[in-house]
Structures are given as structure tokens and as C-alpha cells.
């Protein structure tokens, strides 16, 4: 009897409930996040759902203005391991703490495709860091400078100092 419900079962069709799929959807929790440069790091999570099967390895691109190693740094590959479905998996991102005044720089990472079809996207396939500079611009222009260098000449050399220099160096030591 055994044996008729085994074949049996082997050619009743696989259902599926509506709204559930077998393969798995994966998409960033966040479309945007921001991160100062003292913050040291970010947490990048990624959702996957709707799932049954074995797990899943999603090597996410990095673009954008951000330099790798100058203004962060994440493993290369930069990947996302999901033993199983229905769990969110999230890596940290380094933020690069330099001492250099610049603009903001974004990352965008991306989430790959499926070449086989294996996977589909889910709403957030991209994300979008932005990395706000702490750096403060206190550096005095070029031409203070070509200007303090010629009064710092003049006054070792013992040459009598015009006014402006005389008070640049008392600001200056």
C-alpha cells in the first residue's frame, strides 16, 4: 500500500500558496544611509524572503565617487552569505577617517542579478551611502601662505617688517 501512495504522491503537482514564490527575493533594507567619516563604519543589511532552497552567495558592486581604501573599505568580494531564507544578512562597511578636506563622497551598492534565475530582485536593489566629510577647513589660503613664508624670510633675514607682516607673525609663530 505503501509503495501506491509513494507513486501517487510522485505525480500530484507541487502547490504553491498565491503571493508565495519558491524562489527567493533579496533586496537592501535601506534605499539611503548617511555616515560621517568619524563614525568609523556602516551596517549594510539585505532581506531575502519568499524562499526554499539552498543557500545563497550574492557578491554586491560597489560605484560611485567614494575611493576604495582612501574613503572606505569593504572584502573583495563583497559578499552576502545566506545560509537560508527569510533572514536579513548585513556587513559592515569601513569608513576611511582621513584628514583631508573634500566634498561628501557616496558608495552604491548593487545587488547583482541572477544570470540563472535562480533569485529575483526585490524593491532595493540599490543603495546609496553617502560618506559626510568631519574634516574642518581651517588652512589658510595659498596666498596667506606665500604671503607668511615672505614675511617669516624677511624677518630672518633681520629686515625691517611692514606692518602686515608684523601682524601676520604675532597670529603666525
Do not use: Q, W
Not at 589660503?141 to 611692514?162: I, Q, W
Request: with cysteine; proline share 8%.
Amino acid at each position: 500500500m505503501f509503495k501506491y501512495l509513494i507513486i501517487f504522491l510522485e505525480f500530484i503537482p507541487l502547490i504553491v500558496a498565491p503571493g508565495h514564490s519558491l524562489i527567493p527575493t533579496f533586496s537592501f533594507e535601506a534605499a539611503m544611509l548617511s555616515v560621517s567619516e568619524g563614525d568609523n563604519s556602516v551596517e549594510v543589511c539585505i532581506s531575502a524572503h519568499d524562499g526554499n532552497s539552498p543557500p545563497y552567495v550574492l557578491n554586491v558592486s560597489t560605484d560611485g565617487d567614494a575611493a576604495l581604501h582612501s574613503d572606505y573599505v569593504v572584502p573583495d568580494p563583497f559578499d552576502f552569505t545566506f545560509p537560508v531564507t527569510d533572514i536579513s544578512v548585513c556587513n559592515n562597511v569601513t569608513i576611511v577617517n582621513d584628514r583631508l578636506s573634500e566634498k561628501n563622497e557616496t558608495l552604491i551598492l548593487t545587488i547583482p542579478s541572477s544570470s540563472s534565475g535562480s533569485y529575483e530582485l526585490g524593491s532595493i536593489t540599490t543603495l546609496t551611502i553617502t560618506i559626510v566629510d568631519d574634516d574642518v577647513t581651517d588652512c589658510p589660503s595659498c596666498k596667506d601662505r606665500l604671503f607668511l613664508f615672505v614675511c617669516k624670510n624677511k624677518e630672518m633675514r633681520g629686515d625691517l617688517l611692514p606692518l602686515p607682516c608684523s601682524s601676520l607673525l604675532a597670529e603666525n609663530p
